[in-house]
């Protein structure tokens, strides 16, 4: 083998090598940098608390969701401006924040609807697109299906060709009732002293607990000639209030209570009150709700809780005493002297504390209450709505009397 074609030789290997590589450098994602270390929105990075507006936009450029952050935290404007979940919010743009760009997907703007990243002008765009303002740079970008190998989403930054799949799955909301913040009150149902029902056609009903520490409630007035039904139903009435979540949300003004709306009235041992007025319309169960303070039956639930906490208190201190003179065996600590509660170190200033926690209480939830229609799960509305044949024994249909027999054997 002459010279010249070993020379030949190495001339092809050397080029051989160098489209080797080129290919396999067009085989990796494009990126900042290394593959899989550039980030999805590197202008976020550092700057989430920067973030001020989100706008959230989905098919025939139809705006889902605007969300503002303003004086009193974040709103929607979609719905009149009422709280949005900042968890849920936060939980999204840090997750965007750390996304990274893990593989390279299609150019071709006709190949995009199967990944969900065609524009969001199209009438059936699958993807949302959601807009960021208050960075240095607005990001904009739509975040399309997710990925069926694994996690993450298909993502495209808008006027970008290319379209990436990103390291996180990135969940949008895709209306903005899921963007509210939708828990309403929480008023265990062991506060609760009575439930009082009222129908449109002003017949009604009361459940009612005698003492704060009995199971179950008692229906008043029971008809004549029946009898209280199951106390599970009764018992039921009073949890309504306890961990109420709502489903939407809209302006008073834009939707007020009906003709045949019910009222009810939740009032509690420690002197709290929480008035709802509930109707149906369109298949959707409407409240509306406010609280108040019952001052008489504040004060009586606050001479019951501090009777109860000195009866409670020397209970203690007695056995306290017994421990420390009795000649078996003894915990150490069983022979301490509890800690004299306020309620008896100070009465005045007890009584004053725990009537400033329930005027409190009833500020925040008004704050929630105030100028707002809430749209309230079914099974809720069921219980605001009871009707009194609920509470009440079935009546046992009496059977007709046997024909008498005519004559004969």
Do not use: C
């Amino acid at each position: 083998m002459n010279q010249k074609t070993l020379i030949g030789l190495a001339i092809a290997a050397l080029i051989a090598i160098v489209v080797a590589v080129v290919l396999n450098q067009r085989s990796q994602p494009r990126s900042e940098g290394a593959a899989g270390s550039a980030w999805l929105a590197p202008e976020l990075r550092e700057h989430v608390n920067d973030v001020s507006r989100i706008v959230v936009t989905g098919a025939g450029n139809t705006v889902v969701a605007t969300l503002e952050r303003g004086a009193n935290g974040w709103t929607l404007a979609e719905k009149g401006g009422y709280a949005a979940d900042t968890g849920k919010l936060r939980e999204f743009l840090l997750k965007l924040a750390d996304a990274k760009l893990v593989e390279e997907k299609t150019a071709n703007k006709d190949k995009y609807a199967t990944l969900g990243v065609e524009d969001v002008a199209d009438q059936g765009a699958k993807g949302l697109q959601v807009e960021l303002d208050g960075l240095a740079q607005p990001l904009k970008l739509i975040v399309g299906n997710a990925s069926t190998r694994g996690s993450g989403n298909f993502v495209r930054r808008v006027g970008e060709a290319q379209s990436w799949l990103a390291s996180t799955t990135l969940s949008v909301p895709k209306s903005a009732a899921e963007w509210l913040r939708k828990d309403l009150v929480d008023v265990p149902a062991t506060r609760i002293e009575s439930v009082a029902i009222t129908h449109a056609d002003g017949k009604g009903f009361r459940v009612f607990k005698a003492n704060e520490g009995d199971a179950n409630f008692t229906l008043a007035d029971i008809p004549k000639g029946r009898e209280a039904g199951s106390e599970f139903t009764a018992n039921g009435l009073a949890s309504t209030l306890s961990g109420l979540n709502f489903e939407d949300v809209v302006p008073a003004r834009d939707e007020a209570p009906g003709e045949k709306a019910v009222k009810t009235r939740y009032a509690a041992f420690d002197g709290l009150v929480v008035d709802a007025i509930a109707w149906e319309k369109d298949g959707k169960h409407y409240a509306q709700f406010k609280a108040s303070l019952d001052a008489a039956q504040a004060d009586k639930g606050i001479a019951a809780a501090q009777a109860k906490a000195k009866a409670d208190f020397e209970t203690m201190t007695a056995a306290a005493e017994a421990a420390r003179t009795s000649k078996e065996a003894q915990p150490e600590d069983a022979k301490d002297d509890p800690v004299k509660p306020s309620s008896i170190d100070d009465p005045a200033k007890d009584r004053e504390d725990r009537l400033a926690a329930v005027n409190r209480e009833i500020a925040a939830l008004n704050a929630h209450f105030d100028g707002w229609t809430f749209v309230l799960p079914a099974y809720k509305y069921a219980n605001i709505d009871k009707p009194l044949e609920d509470l009440l024994k079935p009546v046992e249909e009496k059977k007709p009397a046997a024909p008498a027999k005519k004559g004969g054997k």
